[in-house]
């Protein structure tokens, strides 16, 4: 008969300890910031009040799993478990037939819209209302970013495109001077092989060739 009561009353217990854990670390989190404190000294509140509350929720985790000392009669492993059994519990004697509580059905619905609204905020980061001024404000600070942006794409791609501009224009003045230097050699060795040819057709080079062989024989 006191299960619905037993449970709401370890619930609401259980819920009062994580907010007002939860108000003193935000509490000291904006005291330290406004007074532009270090960050050594910020994590070390937010730690101090973060083992408070973890002990507190350890200390009810473990009556919850004791519960009433066997192994009917208890919630379950966790506070989660608590959570459960009182939702179920509290939906149960909404919704009944015999009694039913308009208020306890409401109850439900309006704390479900509110933890969803929570999360939206959470998640998205909408809390604030914004006028329509400010989106417009918003909306031609998020154009002149864009801008801004493709500007400095379109210069990096101008650079990208003068260094390989570059990188060509050298690479084709490398060819063409191999290429020149290549002739200039094909020249030299034309050159060179009509020299022989005009060398071996001379016949005072044979003359020649033709003396030092004499001399070479008479001497030997």
């Known amino acids: 008969d006191c299960d619905l009561a037993w449970s709401a009353v370890n619930s609401h217990f259980i819920l009062g ?3 007002f ?32 509350l973890c002990l507190m929720i350890s200390i009810v985790n473990r009556g919850v799993q004791s519960g009433g000392g066997t192994e009917f009669y208890r919630y379950g492993n966790t506070i989660l478990d608590l959570f459960r059994h009182y939702a179920m519990l509290l939906s149960q004697a909404a919704t009944s037939s015999v009694s039913p509580g308009p208020l306890q059905l409401s109850a439900i619905i309006l704390e479900t819209v509110s933890l969803l609204c929570m999360a939206n905020v959470l998640l998205f980061s909408n809390g604030k209302k914004v006028s329509e001024e400010e989106e417009e404000c918003l909306l031609l600070f998020n154009e ?13 791609n101008n650079k990208n495109n003068a260094v390989n501009n570059n990188f060509i224009d050298s690479s084709l003045n490398l060819f063409e001077e191999q290429q020149r230097k290549t002739k200039l050699l094909s020249k030299c060795l034309v050159m060179m092989e009509n020299d022989q040819e005009i060398n071996n057709n001379n016949p005072n080079n044979r003359e020649d060739s033709s003396e030092d062989d004499d001399t070479s024989v008479s001497i030997i």
């Open 144 to 156: 002149s970013n864009d801008n801004i942006i493709s500007n400095k794409n379109n210069m990096n």
């Open 17 to 19: 300890i994580i907010g």
């Open 21 to 52: 854990v939860t108000m003193l670390a935000l509490r000291a989190y904006v005291m330290l910031i406004a007074a532009q404190a270090s960050n050594v000294l910020m994590v070390a509140a937010l730690s101090g009040t973060g083992a408070a």
